[in-house]
């Protein structure tokens, strides 16, 4: 496309997706859970916010040993969320409102409480035997058993789990309780294709798609190279990611699904984040999916070798990130998510803003100009729009819930020893954890923060729910919420120049670990310009350029004379 033709506008593109993680977005009826009617009772705040789109986090039916990311039937609903008829009434009621309907969808694996893997364990001649993957297992010089390969687990452990039934081993790249399907299988790609049609047929918008690039492995699952000498099992990911398959899969998909509907796909692309791996993905002449989640900027803090390892946030690992995506997109005619927060990550706010109470509602709001003025299709997790935060420090390992983090919190301190020094893992654990992510939503400054009427929600509500709420930041013209509506309705005003407009960053402060500054340009010209403060202290910027008023943001400085931003300030200006 070039600079003067005007975009190809989908309403998918212009989408600003709000993600709901159901249990941790409001209780309806007392029990600590968050549920379906308690979605349905919010839709027009959700819609008050800008939002144009829901994401649902997994509402299936589940035995939630990972938070509904192991279904145990694609048809039904995790009974304390709620019913299809309360799926079928919030659909409605999105639809009402104008609002897009999006289901995460898991078919990576399952739950090994799908009928399909019981009927597939129960014997080595089962008709479903080869909907997963068994192997037989291997024995050293002692006699003793050991997996089919060498790979280790995403959650820690071997990738294997040994079935006393028939005496094999599952592949299981996350839980022992999540199995993986073997997409090779005609039959079992068929049911799956038959499960997304139902949820279409009930009017939902699209889809999600959970570790979409695991679905082909290496046919032959051989052992990973030895990356870790002092660890047992091995990153398997240069087997089990993006394989042979991947594209004729995803294409199948389109064909027997997708484009029979008006819907949307987003795809999870976990261990591949090179260009050409994401354009064979999201080019539009490839015709696959319309987007990918590539997780760089979530994980641009991670350590060389696990999540949990220490690397400080920098300014120009974010630069470099955004420069990258917003640069290559246009390139093979593909498109953008623009995220920081998910339900796998600790709040942007906290890891590369500030949330020290000096700091973070300006913090906050500079990330929400971050986010609003990019080029692609916006997602916000719930409680982004009110600036949540992580957990404070004083939370201890007894009140973190998530199995990714504890897993790895209790391998560390068995390598350790019992009474070791734990606080560098603490520390990444208060940064990184997904519990960060999924803290109830905080609606109000009563007890657990009107989030819930039970004594017990099932997971901590964040200590400081009682200065930052939703009902507060409604009374307030220059809270968090506020601007976020602000910004939502500046990108929506002036679609051409920041949802398909071209990202330029200014050279002279392209180096800078204090200030991100850059343009976006429409394609018949016009300009804005975005200033952002990564820095606690005064900033003073001098830009070139002829730049007329300020769209966002609380800057009455002159460019003659340079703008001044406060510490974690943003602003934009349009071009005259």
């Known amino acids: 496309m070039s600079a003067s033709t005007p975009p190809d506008r989908q309403w998918w593109k212009e989408a600003v997706v709000y993600q709901i993680y159901p249990a941790s977005f409001l209780d309806s009826n007392g029990d600590g859970l968050g549920d379906l009617p308690g979605i349905i009772s919010k839709l027009d705040y959700i819609r008050s916010v800008g939002a ?47 609002i897009k309907v999006l289901l995460d969808l898991v078919v990576n694996h399952t739950s090994h409480e799908h009928e399909w893997f019981k009927e597939s364990r129960s014997s080595k001649t089962s008709p479903k035997r080869d909907w997963y993957f068994w192997r037989d297992p291997k024995f050293d010089a002692d006699g003793n058993r050991k997996p089919p390969n060498n790979w280790a687990s995403i959650f820690g452990g071997s990738a294997w789990t040994y079935d006393e039934t028939t005496e094999q081993y599952y592949l299981s790249l996350f839980l022992p309780e999540q199995p993986d399907l073997n997409w090779a299988n005609d039959d079992m790609r068929e049911a799956t294709y038959d499960d997304m049609k139902f ?16 679905m082909s492995k290496h046919p032959d699952l051989p052992d990973a190279p030895i990356t870790r000498p002092d660890a047992e099992f091995q990153p398997g990911d240069k087997y089990f990611a993006s394989g042979p398959r991947m594209h004729e899969y995803i294409r199948e998909m389109r064909e027997k699904v997708i484009d ?7 795809g999870e692309l976990g261990f591949t984040k090179d260009e050409d791996s994401v354009a064979s993905y999201v080019a539009k002449d490839r015709h696959e999916l319309n987007m990918l989640f590539t997780g760089d900027i979530v994980d641009m803090d991670f350590g060389p ?8 946030f920098r300014l120009s690992k974010l630069k470099a990130i955004t420069s990258r995506w917003q640069g290559a997109m246009p390139k093979f005619d593909g498109w ?20 020290k109470p000096e700091f973070r509602k300006e913090a906050a709001k500079m990330l929400a100009i971050y986010l609003g003025t990019l080029s692609g299709t916006l997602f ?17 390992i007894e009140d973190y819930i998530d199995v990714e983090g504890l897993n790895y919190y209790n391998s560390v301190l068995k390598k350790r020893g019992p009474g070791a020094d734990m606080s560098d893992i603490m520390r990444e654990m208060r940064l990184k954890a997904r519990d960060n992510g999924r803290l109830p ?30 009902a507060q930041q409604e009374k307030d013209d220059d809270s968090v919420l506020a601007f976020y509506r602000q910004v939502l309705e500046l990108r929506q005003k002036e679609k051409d120049v920041f ?8 050279d002279e402060y392209k180096d800078s670990e204090d200030i991100f500054a850059y343009t976006m340009t429409s394609y018949d010209g016009r300009k804005a310009l975005v200033l952002l403060s990564f820095s606690e202290e005064e900033q003073k910027v001098k830009v070139k350029g002829d730049w007329g008023r300020r769209l966002l943001g609380d800057n009455v400085d002159t460019f003659e004379n340079g703008i001044t931003l406060k510490g974690y300030e943003g602003a934009v200006y349009a071009g005259r």
């Open 380 to 396: 916000l997790l719930q409680g982004q729009e009110i600036g949540m935060a992580n957990v404070p420090e004083s939370w201890k």
């Open 199 to 214: 949820w279409l047929d009930k009017g939902a918008d699209g889809f999600r798609i959970d570790s979409m690039n695991l």
């Open 336 to 355: 953008n998510s623009v995220y920081m927060d998910n339900h796998d990550s600790g709040r942007s706010l906290s890891r590369y803003g500030s949330d």
């Open 52 to 98: 144009s789109a829901i994401w649902l986090s997994p509402i299936f039916k589940s035995p939630q040993h990972d938070m509904g990311y192991d279904v145990s039937d694609y048809r039904d609903i995790h009974r304390p969320y709620g019913t299809i008829g309360d799926v079928e009434t919030l659909i409605s009621g999105c639809h009402e409102r104008g």
């Open 499 to 506: 949802v398909y407009g071209r990202f330029d960053i200014l």
């Open 441 to 470: 939503m905080q609606w109000n400054a009563d007890t657990n923060g009107g989030f819930t009427t039970s004594d017990k929600p099932w997971m901590r509500v964040n200590d400081d729910y009682d200065e930052w709420n939703v």
């Open 260 to 266: 029979k509907y008006d819907c949307m796909t987003v």
């Open 305 to 312: 070798n696990h999540k949990y390892e220490r690397d400080d």
